[in-house]
Structure formats: C-alpha cells, structure tokens
C-alpha cells in the first residue's frame, strides 16, 4: 500500500533538507505534546496526596509553559516545511508533464484525448501532491505518533491498562484495509469519468456554433447529462467508501474508552493505579483519538494518491513510438529526396502512401495536388517527422533525414496548415511568433507578402489589434493569411503549404503564390492546393491518388493529356472561375 512513497523516492531525495527537517520537527513536536498530559497526572497526585507545595506548581507550571511555546514554534516550522513540500512537488510535476506534452507527436496525442490529459494535469496532479504534504503527516501521526503514545502509555502509567484498552485496534487495522482496497478502484473509474467530461466539454465548446447550427443543443444536453450523472455516481461511490471510515473509528475508540474507565477505576480501586495516572491515561486516549482517525485518513489519501501517480505516469511514460533524432545540422539550402517511400498510420489498415518516388533540388516550387484522402498531407507531413518513417527513404541534401536533429528540421522547415493556430495576443505577436526581435520592416514585409495589408489597415488598432482566443474577432481568411505571414517571416528553407489559402478567392490565392514563388526564388516551396489556377507556374507538379503519384509533370505537360484527372479537374475549375 505505502509503495506511492516509493514511487516518490526521487523527490524526497531530492528535497532531503526540508523533509529531514519536517520529520525532526515532527518528531520532536509529538514527543513535547506528551509531556504536560505527564505533568497533569503528577500535580494531580501531589493535590490528592496534600504534598503539592509552591515551588513544585511554579516548576511544573515553567516546564509546562517552555514545552508548549517550543511546541508552537517547532508546529510553525515542520507545517511550513512539509507543506511547502506538497507545493514543490506540484510544480515539479506540472514541469515533467508540459516537458513531455511538448516532446511528444502527433502519435501520443491520438493515444491520449485532451480532457483526459487535462484532468491528468489537473485533478491526478492534486491528488498525488497531497502525498507530499498530508500524506507524510498522517503516516508519522499514525504510526510514530501513535506508537509513541502506547509506548508512554505502556511505560509510564500501566502495561495492563494500554493492552487492555487497545484491543479494538488490530479489528480496525483489518477492516481499513479491506476498505482501502475499494477506494483505489473507485477513486480510478471516478478519475476516468472525468477525464471524460473534460473532453466533452471541451468539445461541446469548440463545437458550439455547429452544435448551434444543426440544432443538437438538446441531444448535446441530454449526452451531457448522462456524463454528468455518471460522474456523480462514481463520485457518490468514493465518498460512500470514505463515510463508512469515520463512524467505524469512532465506534471502537468509544469501546476503547469505555475499557479504559472501567478496568482503570478497577485498578485504581485496588490500588494498583493513582487517580493522576488515570487521568493522565485518559488524556493519553483522547490524544490517540486523530493517529487512529489519521489511519482512516492514511489509506484514503494513499490509495486516491498512488490511483493518481499510476494515471500520471501512465502519460509520462508514454512515448509517441518514434525513432531517435540524429544531430546533424542543414549546411545547405537543402534538396528533398523521396526515395521509394511507402508509409501507413499506426491507425490505419492500409498503406496511405506507396512508393513514392520525387526528386525537389533546391529552390524548387512543387505543388501537390490530388483528390481529398490522396496522402498529400501525409506525403509532406513526413518531412516535419510528426509521424514515425515508412520504409524507402527521405534525403535532405542527400543525407537521410534521421540523421538531422529535430531542432534543425523545425527550424528549417516551416509548416503552415489549413487549420490555423493563433494565440490570443496581437496581430503583431501572432506573426512575429518564433522570431525573436522581428524588425518593423520584416514584418511589414510578410504582411504585405500574405496580401495582409488592407486587412490590417481595417482592423481598429492595426497590427496592435488582439485576434481573441484562437482568432476569433477574424475572418477564416484573415487568420490562414496570418498563420502564412508568421511562416514567411521565418523565411525556412523549406517551406509547406498545406491547403493554406483554402478561405481566400481564387485570384487572392494565385496573387499571394507567384508573390511567394518570387521571393522565394532561391528557397523549396511545397503547395498543396485544391485551385489549379495557384500553381500553373510551379517548377513541378504531382498528383497523387490513393497515396500514389499517378501523373507529374510542368502545368503545359500535364494538361496535354486529355484523359487525365489533371486536365479534368483543369478545365472544370476554369469553366466554374470563368462563370464566377
Ligand atoms: P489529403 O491531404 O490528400 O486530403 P491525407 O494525407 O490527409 O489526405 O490522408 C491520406 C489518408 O490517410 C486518408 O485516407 C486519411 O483518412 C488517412 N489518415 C490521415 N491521417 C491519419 C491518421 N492520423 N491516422 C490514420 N489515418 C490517417
């Protein structure tokens, strides 16, 4: 049971000091705490026998007054210290678990649902921290405190009384054991439910307007309260367990006392006991009453603790199954080299591309067209290595792309999807995002590139102007155009657009692609794109079908063709642009 201690040894190693220093306290403070009770039973005795002079009651009364402030002072330390354990082991967490989330690929994520990871963090991480902090204090309250206690008990008043009296705890012992092991099992399913209900909920807020739109408020509302009640119910469950602790420890301290007021008034009655002693028996029982209730408290927090560090850990030691980054560096404005590559999702039951085959020198534009689910996303997502490799091989200036460290490849290689990420800062922020120090000018510069300028020039205050969260106050082509501009200002080396013009028209879409041809003249352009029109003067198209490429060539090649998917979809976009 006590094995989450173990688990945590790391980091009480690492904190040594504080909880040497806790523990000490703790020690120290627990054997004060049982002085004045001693104290009590000899005034009592020295009152009874008429030999209590003054100086003894200002003696017993100066050691009874030391002992109590040295107790408060030594109290404030070992709380402050332990506690502030609890707060430090949070932060540690929290530290492992972003490092982690940042490290990991798109692999883990498909493992792991965002509430899920979200409850991990949150609930999970609470649950483990309380073991740094109240966890320690009630283990040392119920068995150093409590053991301390029976042995003053044991030692100073008598033998047969602390025997007698605590015969009801071995009976406790037994049952909180078998109680704790439920705990554990509940704790987790109503841990599990509401990492469910994080999801959902996430959902149901970054769905709302189609939940809106297709009027599902009702059925979302009824889903969410099936959730909602499921929740309960597990929850229900846990403190039902927890509330059958408390009445059963109350239950046997009472017989425990009851025990030790009758056979004590029997031994003071034959005189094999003082009525000081007795007196300072019963103090001694009352102070044994919060280690026993901590033994209850104890499993709880240690069983809930230890379910939570195994959920914590489950994602901490979770990896994305991808293969180790090499350290080379790009020397060069590389050429890209696919190699007879097939490749399918850990997901997926059939190869999403095979054996493709391209050849891009640098500087190359090469637009990527194809059907919806052909693999163009999958083809150039390769190259950002979010996914594991396929076989066949990907070269960057002829090397093998394994070789090259991730750090290179992000740097490098600049990635701008349909699906937009802005944060909500600044227009300004969203776009100088990753370069730090961007001048005035280079932003202006990629600004006007994306064929931002008029926007801006609308937006009330400017490039200063905040976008809300994830964009909100902009139109979808606004916020793919400033999703591009962050991209151009990086300037990679090799730069992938991934459908990124979807939400803007036709001809703004061709504009921004020959400007971006132009400037980027020295550098490798990949462009997926569904208009035709945006990448007439690509270097090299290809089209892939079923995750193969089925034609490639220049525009003027692939349309003479007259049988070929390219040349149709050609002339029914120019049909549905000329009509427009
Ligand atoms: P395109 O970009 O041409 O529209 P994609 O490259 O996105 O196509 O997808 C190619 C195929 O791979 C599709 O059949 C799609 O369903 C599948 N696919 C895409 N992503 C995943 C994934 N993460 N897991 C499993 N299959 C996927």
Do not use: C
Request: net charge negative; no cysteine; charged share 20%.
């Amino acid at each position: 049971m006590l094995t989450v201690f173990k688990d945590l040894k790391p980091f009480f190693k690492e904190n040594k000091k504080r909880y040497t220093l806790a523990i000490l306290g703790m020690l120290s403070d627990n054997l004060l705490i049982l002085v004045p009770p001693y104290i009590l039973g000899l005034v009592i005795d020295a009152i009874y026998q008429q030999t209590l002079t003054i100086e003894q009651l200002i003696r017993y009364s100066i050691v009874f007054f030391v002992v109590v402030s040295l107790s408060y002072v030594i109290g404030a330390m070992w709380i402050f210290q332990l506690f502030g354990g609890s707060n430090l082991l949070t932060r540690d967490l929290r530290r492992q678990l972003m490092n982690h989330f940042s490290k990991m690929r798109a692999i883990f994520y498909e493992k792991f649902r965002t509430g899920d990871l979200m409850a991990r963090a949150t609930n999970d991480l609470r649950a483990v921290s309380e073991m740094a902090g109240f966890g320690v204090m009630v283990f040392m309250d119920s068995t150093l405190f409590l053991g301390s206690i029976i042995l003053v008990m044991f030692f100073t008043v008598s033998w047969k009384l602390t025997l007698v009296s605590l015969l009801p705890l071995p009976l406790l012992g037994w049952i909180l054991k078998i109680l704790g092991d439920k705990v554990n099992k509940r704790f987790k399913a109503s841990q599990d439910a509401f990492a469910d209900i994080n999801d959902e909920v996430l959902e149901a807020v970054e769905g709302v307007r189609v939940i809106r739109a297709y009027v599902q408020e009702q059925s979302k509302q009824e889903q969410f309260e099936e959730r909602t009640e499921d929740v309960l119910a597990k929850n229900i469950a846990v403190t039902k367990i927890n509330s059958t602790f408390q009445p059963i420890i109350t239950i046997l301290l009472g017989v425990s006392y009851f025990i030790a007021f009758g056979y004590g008034a029997m031994l003071v009655s034959s005189n094999a006991l003082s009525i000081g002693e007795l007196i300072s028996f019963q103090v001694y029982l009352g102070m044994v009453v919060w280690p026993v209730q901590s033994i209850g408290e104890l499993i709880n927090l240690v069983e809930q603790g230890s379910a939570s560090l195994e959920r914590v850990n489950e994602v901490l030691d979770a990896s994305d199954d991808m293969e180790e980054y090499g350290t080379q560096k790009i020397t060069s404005q590389p050429s890209v080299q696919f190699d007879n590559v097939s490749f399918k999702y850990p997901q997926s039951p059939d190869y999403n591309l095979k054996n493709v085959s391209l050849t891009v020198p640098a500087g190359m534009t090469v637009g990527i067209v194809g059907k919806t689910g052909s693999g163009k996303t999958t083809l150039i997502k390769q190259l950002l290595r979010l996914y594991p490799l396929g076989e066949g091989k990907i070269l960057l200036e002829g090397k093998n792309i394994k070789e090259y460290s991730l750090d290179e490849i992000h740097s490098k290689i600049g990635y701008v999807p349909q699906e937009y990420i802005l944060f909500s800062r600044s227009v300004r922020d969203n776009i100088s995002f990753g370069v730090e120090e961007a001048s005035e000018e280079s932003i202006l510069n990629a600004i006007k590139m994306a064929n931002l300028e008029d926007d801006i020039k609308r937006m009330p205050e400017g490039l200063d102007t905040l976008v809300g969260e994830k964009g909100v106050a902009l139109s979808g082509g606004q916020k793919q155009r400033i999703s591009l501009a962050r991209a151009l200002l990086l300037n990679p080396d090799i730069l992938l657009l991934d459908d990124t013009l979807s939400a803007v028209d036709a001809k703004t879409e061709k504009n921004i692609i020959n400007t971006i041809q132009t400037v980027r003249r020295e550098k490798t352009t990949f462009i997926i794109t569904h208009r035709l029109s945006a990448i007439h003067h690509a270097d090299w198209i290809i089209v892939l079908e079923d995750g193969k490429i089925i034609d490639e060539g220049t525009h003027a090649s692939l349309i003479e063709d007259e049988n070929s998917w390219y040349y149709a979809q050609f002339e029914r976009q120019k049909l549905k642009e000329e009509s427009i």
